[in-house]
């Protein structure tokens, strides 16, 4: 039997796992006792990630829908017919009509490909990852402020922190290995501070659950501060030899009154004094948030940063910014250029020296507005997009923020490349099968911006391919000549592409357990922590702070406030977990309970209400109303419900038609509980 090192591809922790084959198939998995990032411990999707690969669901030869069914066609017929069809398309509405979008759970090296040959070959910046509406306040904020849009610190830097701040993410639940190293930190002196709506895992054990209301998330932080600079507590050193704006700061904060701001966030003032001054006072303390959270704005991000920069807590260990991705590859598919504004290594796409740069390395020129997002092409209300390529990525399952299957039943083409024939995959044209997990060697970019190699293991099955080799094959079938021979000569261009992946070839990436980036030819190790040896002229801007705004709350006809978010259970949907036996079964089993999914309520407001676990409930909103079953617990505080994104059309029923504007807004959705 054979052990093969390789890299978890289920979340964006990037545990290093072994994996376990005999003849041609993957049997089991085991983690890494020494690997930086996990240390021997993996989750329970970790420990049957294997199980995909030998699904008996899997595609095996490309797809053609033909007079209304589909019939397995040679690659040859499929590529024809999706290069004569683009071609049309291009030609009769321009290039803009077509986008093209993938999942944060694809490779470096296909998601690389994927973009160059929208921006290179067709022509468009209608290109993003399917978590594009989520995370690119986040890329955008950190960009704006610290120069870096990823996590600062390794994982393994949290047993040095004195004081940890999650906010906003359920560890226990949806990235339990990092979890694990809190929980750890915690034994060993650290404090926790939990600033969470929900009462979930973590915030058990935490020294501080500032349970807040719903929508001042940027208050509390102002309120925090404002305390820190009251007390003296900033680093008046590293502020004058690093940071800008300190005294528009200043300003802004001298509007949040701690007494007024603890009244409506519904959190004790003496908590939020006593939270401020730990972390403050800490000799190291870090920030983690998830870049997954749809109703995070920029304000929020800002002003957590702004707490990172008041007490200096960069570029030493045990401190620093975490912004977690829960997807396996959503800070890679960033870096190398999927997003609908910015090129490879985050350039503006209206930079002109950025694009130059490009152009001098594809040899054609490039298109200079940017394009469609993901949420905008799935919208398509106003009908711009007229075909749509989609890698590894399901919406119409997955998109909780629009109608997908409407928006792809509308297009002229729709090409999927996918494991499985998913709910998305029965809108396609034509279905393009991939190789799984083990069955290729390419590169993922963890949460703390470490690149690793996901090794191959086994050969696939006859009949799929790998995706980067689909690209490249559809690019020749358009009439350009690529000719990337392997996944390694793909990293090979990327790393003269994304400067701070100069270093990253695969020979590099090999030897160890990979490297963070950056990883230059100069630094060719990678570099773990940002800003460790920072250089005087190292500058972090301070974000403007928006003044508090006057309490909004509940009103007679609607006196409860909605938090949206995710949840463990929304795995069950994930395309992965249902071709998983083992998953499926521990994925699913709350569901068992609520088969229709579920919202949570309070215990105490049930009671009063009259509502028992498992009951029929009608939500009623300004907006519409809608009938769910209730999940009663003490996790959610009262006065507030808990909806998950995986009941969708909960979601969309009580937010009206802006779905996705109604759960981002800063203020909350109220709605009142009606017994059935």
Known sequence: MAHTLTTCT??????????????????????????????????????????????????????????????????????????????????????????????????????????????????????????????????DTLCEMLGVPASTNPISDLLDSGVIVVDGVDLGMQLPTIGGWIIRAKLQGAKVIVIDARRQRLAETADFHLQLRPGYRVALYGAMAKVIVDRGLMNLPFIKAHCENYEDFLRDIQAFDLVSVAENCGVPAEDIERAAIAYATAPSAAILYSTGVAARGKGSIRALVNLALLTGNLGKPGSGIYALTEHNNLQGVCDVGLLPDRLPGYGRVEDAKCRKRMESLWGVPLPTKPGLGAQEALDNKQKKLKSIWLLRYDPVNTAVFCNAAETLAEME?????????????????????????????????????????????IEPPGGPRPAWQQLTQMANALGVSW????????????????????????????????????????????????FEDMPPQQRFKFGTVPKPFASFGPTP???????????????????LVKHSETLKRELRVLLLDYPEG???????????????????????????????????????????????????????????????????????????????
Not at 654 to 674: C, D, H, M, N, Y
Request: one cysteine or more; hydrophobic letters at 35%.
């Open 10 to 139: 289920f979340c964006g922790v990037g545990c290093g796992i072994y994996l376990e084959s005999q003849g041609n198939r993957i049997t089991g998995v085991y983690p890494s006792m020494s690997h930086p990032t996990n240390r021997g411990r993996i989750c329970v999707r970790g420990w049957n990630v294997h199980e995909v690969a030998s699904s008996p669901d899997r595609l095996k030869n490309p797809l053609l829908r033909k007079n209304g069914h589909f019939e397995e066609v040679t690659w040859e017929e499929a590529y024809a017919f999706i290069a004569r069809r683009m071609h049309e398309i291009k030609v009769r509405y321009g290039p803009d009509a077509l986008g093209f979008y993938n999942s944060p759970r694809c490779s470096n090296e296909e998601s690389y490909l994927l973009q160059k040959l929208a921006r290179a070959v067709i022509g468009t910046n209608n290109l993003e990852h399917g978590t594009g509406v989520y995370c690119n306040n986040s890329v």
């Open 413 to 457: 083409l729709v090409v999927v490349q996918h494991l499985f024939m998913t709910s998305t995959a029965e809108f396609a044209h034509v279905v393009l099968p991939t190789v799984a997990f083990g069955e290729e060697e390419v590169t993922f970019t963890s949460t703390d911006r470490r690149i690793q190699l996901a090794r191959k293991v």
């Open 483 to 530: 000719k990337y021979a392997d996944s390694a000569s793909i990293m090979a261009e990327i790393t003269q592409v994304v400067p701070f992946y100069s270093g990253a070839t695969y020979d590099n990436l090999g030897r160890e357990y990979g490297r963070p980036w950056p990883c230059t030819t100069e630094h060719p190790l990678g570099t773990p922590r940002l």
């Open 557 to 575: 006809d609607y006196p409860v406030a909605v938090v949206f978010g995710s949840s463990l259970y929304y795995w069950h949907q994930n395309v």
């Open 598 to 676: 579920f919202v949570e309520v309070n215990d105490e407001d049930a009671r009063t209400l009259g509502i028992r676990d498992g009951a029929r409930i009608r939500l009623v909103a300004p907006h519409g109303a809608s009938t769910t079953t209730a999940r009663v617990t003490p996790e959610v505080r009262s006065g507030t419900i808990y909806v998950p994104f995986f009941v969708k059309e909960v979601m969309r029923q009580i937010t009206g038609e802006g779905a996705f504007e109604a759960v981002s807004r800063t203020k909350p959705l109220f709605v009142r509980l009606e017994k059935i």
